[in-house]
């Protein structure tokens, strides 16, 4: 089902204009979400795209911080000079990973789920 930029906008209570930006990255490549130009046109998602985990979505829109930098923004943290919150967050950061890898996009729209607020169950 195809679904138009005002649609989508209006299911998750965004601005159009910020939704575009977030619709416009994720369909780069189609990596994640596929778009149709034209009267009949609209944004979809095909079954393909279903299964990526989230952290595809995390990627497509260049959000990938969370997994990479230092919890507290510093630019020199690592093994060697960590920061104070350094070895109290990797195995959180490690949960993560583990999390945001094995959750699929249509598990976010699963009416089941408890994040499903967030994403309107017509993939």
Do not use: W
């Amino acid at each position: 089902k195809k679904l138009s930029l005002n649609q989508i906008a209006n299911a998750i209570d965004s601005p159009p204009s910020f939704t575009a930006k977030i619709l416009q990255l994720l369909t780069k490549d189609n990596c994640v979400i596929s778009s149709v130009r034209g009267p009949n046109g609209g944004f979809y998602i095909t079954e393909t795209a279903k299964q990526l985990p989230i952290r595809k979505v995390l990627e497509a829109m260049d959000e990938q911080d969370l997994f990479i930098k230092c919890i507290l923004g510093l630019n020199n943290c690592s093994e060697t000079k960590p920061c104070p919150m350094h070895y109290q967050y990797q195995p959180i950061k490690k949960q993560l990973i583990k999390l945001f890898e094995s959750k699929t996009i249509l598990q976010l729209a699963d009416p089941s789920q408890p994040a499903n607020f967030l994403v309107n169950n017509s993939l």
